[in-house]
């Protein structure tokens, strides 16, 4: 995984937020799916601890990604 253009603070938080993932999820997540997806929140700018666990967790999808991004398609006629 490549951790390039984060810094000290970026990283710390994310071992914090993982760890807190893994006591919270116990065995139900494999640990190198929480990886992926605490990246790929993180690479949108997300850093609140909370929505990061939440979106490591599966809870929510991506948490600082805007609500229109999530609306179904149009139903086709």
Known sequence: MDVSGYTTDDLDIFRRVLDRAIAEAGVDIPVE??????????????????R????????????????????PPPLQT
């Open 33 to 50: 799916l929480m990886a992926r997806r605490l990246f790929v929140v993180a690479r949108s700018g997300e850093r609140d601890p909370d």
């Open 52 to 71: 990061l666990v939440a979106a490591v967790l599966g809870r929510i999808a991506h948490p600082s990604t805007p609500r229109a991004r999530f609306s």
